[in-house]
């Protein structure tokens, strides 16, 4: 089995100094309206950059400086130049409305069978209906380990030295089995536990001047999760996720490390009790970067609740919204949110 913890990891005064450049980080995972899946985002035949440009040009609006973006092993083989462009084109639109980027590699939700190609259509109601995982069931399949190390030395080392991207998560939420909805590996926990720190240490290799992370996700305490462990133990600075009330999310804080930055790269679930009102004076205060989940509502269909994979919002629109700021239009879901944001990023 490899080593728990990938050689290079920064230590804790590089981590704290590179952040204390930084202003205070308030962004989205950010899909255009347009895309329903990772995929339908960077193909060629459905790469949006018009919807992009105007979509961060209404999150930067917000006072927004940052976004949490995903990629995918499949679309670096089926065509490197051509995606590797597209993500520069991404990156400069990106830029120019001053937004960094965190770029992340690998995702363990939502379906594990991936295909390239034009993508099905999202399913009414159903929340992040066509979201796919990366690499999904190839992960079972130990021989197209070489062409995973291709993707990830071959897009960190692309992009190594470029400002434009703020940091890399490596892999988001490897420890989700998605509440049965799925068909998951029966070893998936076991063969990420395994690949994890070989990912880490392929980005290293790549030698990246951006932190490296992977997003923690855990049903009970932190460190009763095995994979939790190895992706603290070999962040360059922590991330995690919280879509709780705010006193769990500050109950959610006494369990994670301090001495290295904080980033909440995915919170803001209503039903839940995730607002912006009630988590970003407590993150503006502590210095944490955070992500909300969703920034326009489109074909992810990330306005409906998880529970609407069991009940279909097919006739009535959930009230209220479970993600998602803006209608496609760019009219605000809720104009006291907007205010807020403006307000408390000093727009």
């Known amino acids: 089995m490899a080593d728990l913890n990938a050689s290079g990891r920064w230590s804790v005064q590089r981590a704290n100094d590179w952040y204390a450049r930084l202003p205070w980080l308030v962004g989205a995972n950010f899909v255009p309206s347009t895309a329903s899946n990772q995929l339908e985002m960077w193909q060629a035949e459905s790469f949006d950059p018009e919807t992009i440009d105007r979509e961060l040009g209404w999150a930067a609006g917000l006072g927004m400086n940052t976004m949490r973006v995903f990629l995918h092993d499949l679309l670096f083989h089926a065509d490197r130049e051509g995606f590797l462009s597209r993500v520069e084109t991404y990156l400069d639109i990106a830029n120019r409305h001053g937004i960094s980027t965190m770029l992340v590699l690998f995702d363990s939700v939502w379906n594990p069978e991936v295909k390239l190609g034009p993508q099905p259509a999202p399913r009414p109601g159903v929340h992040n209906s066509q979201w796919v995982q990366g690499p999904g069931y190839a992960l079972a399949d130990k021989a197209s380990y070489p062409r995973l190390k291709e993707y990830v030395e071959g897009v960190v080392s692309h992009f190594a030295d470029d400002e434009r991207v703020l940091a890399w998560d490596v892999w988001n939420e490897p420890s989700n089995l998605?509440?049965?909805?799925?068909?998951?590996?029966?070893?998936?926990?076991?063969?990420?536990?395994?690949?994890?720190?070989?990912?880490?240490?392929?980005?290293?290799?790549?030698?990246p001047s951006q932190p490296l992370t992977s997003g923690v996700w855990a049903a009970g305490a932190l460190f009763d999760d095995s994979l939790a462990v190895i992706q603290i133990e070999n962040s360059d600075v922590i991330s995690f996720h919280d879509y709780q009330t705010p006193e769990a999310f500050e109950a959610k804080l006494l369990e994670l490390p301090r001495d290295r930055p904080l980033f909440l790269t995915e919170f803001m679930a209503r039903t839940p009790g995730s607002t912006f009102e009630g988590i970003l004076p407590m993150a503006k205060r502590e210095k944490i970067a955070s992500y909300c989940w969703g920034l326009v509502a489109g074909r992810s269909q990330t306005l409906f609740p998880w529970d609407s994979w069991a009940n279909p919002y097919i006739e009535v629109p959930p009230d209220p919204w479970f993600h998602d700021v803006f209608h496609t239009d760019g009219t605000p879901y809720r104009e006291s949110e907007v205010d807020f944001l403006k307000n408390i990023t000093g727009k």
Do not use: C, S, T, Y
Not at 181 to 190: G, N, S, T, V
Not at 192 to 204: C, M, S, T, Y
């Open 178 to 207: 998605n509440g049965g909805r799925f068909r998951e590996l029966d070893d998936k926990i076991q063969l990420i536990h395994e690949l994890l720190p070989q990912v880490f240490a392929w980005a290293r290799n790549a030698g």
